[in-house]
């Protein structure tokens, strides 16, 4: 028990080590954090319901996560191998893929939460 309540919260401390390598280093994600920011300002702004609220949370977590997954299989593939070979362009075309299909439907929950309020606002 001890072990597993130990081991849990190591891979806590891992997780949370990775989401920061993500935020330091990676640019995508970075834009993707900007983005995260300033739509929580515009609902803060807008002063959008709970379930506005809890819609736009997991659209944010879907597109960071994806695109955080996205870039540990870019990096997999750059690993295991660095030249060109169309399988690696594949792998990770398909990657972004999923990012593409996150990206989408957090553009679309913005635009069906956000166009009514600015709308009605202006
Ligand atoms: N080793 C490779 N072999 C074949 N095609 C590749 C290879 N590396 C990259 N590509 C092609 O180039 C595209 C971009 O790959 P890259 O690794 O540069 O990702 P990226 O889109 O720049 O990601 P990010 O901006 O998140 O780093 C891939 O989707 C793939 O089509």
Same mark, same amino acid.
């Given at each position: 028990?001890?072990?597993?309540?130990?081991?849990?919260?190591?891979?806590?401390?891992?997780?949370?080590?990775?989401?920061?390598?993500?935020?330091?280093?990676?640019?995508?994600?970075?834009?993707?954090? *900007?983005? @995260?920011?300033? +739509?929580?300002? %515009?609902?803060?702004?807008?002063? #959008?319901?709970?379930?506005?609220?809890? =819609?736009?949370?997991?659209?944010?977590?879907?597109?960071?996560?994806?695109?955080?997954?996205?870039?540990?299989?870019?990096?997999?593939?750059?690993?295991?191998?660095?030249?060109?070979?169309?399988?690696?362009?594949?792998?990770?075309? *398909?990657? @972004?893929?999923? +990012?593409?299909? %996150?990206?989408?439907?957090?553009? #679309?929950?913005?635009?069906?939460?956000? =166009?009514?309020?600015?709308?009605?606002?202006?």
């Amino acid at each position: 028990m001890y072990d597993f309540i130990t081991g849990r919260i190591k891979g806590g401390g891992y997780a949370i080590k990775g989401a920061w390598l993500l935020l330091k280093y990676e640019p995508s994600i970075q834009v993707q954090f *900007v983005l @995260a920011i300033l +739509v929580t300002i %515009a609902g803060f702004y807008f002063e #959008i319901t709970a379930t506005e609220w809890i =819609l736009q949370l997991l659209a944010i977590g879907l597109v960071m996560a994806t695109e955080g997954v996205n870039t540990a299989i870019e990096n997999i593939a750059d690993f295991v191998h660095a030249d060109y070979h169309v399988k690696i362009g594949r792998i990770k075309d *398909v990657a @972004a893929g999923a +990012v593409f299909f %996150a990206a989408i439907i957090a553009f #679309i929950i913005g635009l069906i939460i956000y =166009l009514p309020y600015v709308f009605y606002t202006f």
